[in-house]
């Protein structure tokens, strides 16, 4: 008998076709549902066998953490165009994919520089205090 927490999938890859899989039916049948870990969780029990929301969070976060974004990636794609055609709201939407999926209004880049820099130009000197 093993020892702590066995995987469910053999691979990254074959976590991230089971969720094409899954979000490929939502499509198909008129984006009638989510496509949250919960939903897919269901999916699975339905389809390949029990899983749980752990399940899904450990393969993203411990054992296959390189295929987080393409799973993010496959989630926000669906979301964005559900909610383009109409079939999610647009406000549950945006606080979904900044949520779920790290999406932001605005891109911002961090330098770490605290530097300041005044630009004075000619003619500006007279009305400095």
Known sequence: MTVGHPKK???GNEL????SKFCLQIKENGFN???SQ??????LKKNYGNADRKTIYNS?????PTIKKQF????????AEGAMLGKYKET???FVLKNWCKWKDKFEEETGNDTV????LPGEDEYRD
Do not use: G, R
């Not at 991230?16 to 969720?19: A, N, R, S, T």
């Not at 919960?38 to 999916?43: D, L, R, S, V």
């Not at 993203?60 to 296959?64: D, S, W």
């Not at 820099?117 to 004075?120: A, L, S, T």
């Open 72 to 79: 993010e990636e496959i989630q926000s794609s669906l979301i």
């Open 16 to 19: 991230i076709e089971l969720y």
């Open 38 to 43: 919960t939903n897919f969780c269901e999916w």
């Open 92 to 94: 549950m939407s945006i």
């Open 60 to 64: 993203l976060n411990k054992y296959f």
């Open 9 to 11: 999938f053999k691979n």
């Open 117 to 120: 820099i005044n630009i004075v």
């Open 33 to 35: 549902e989510i496509p």
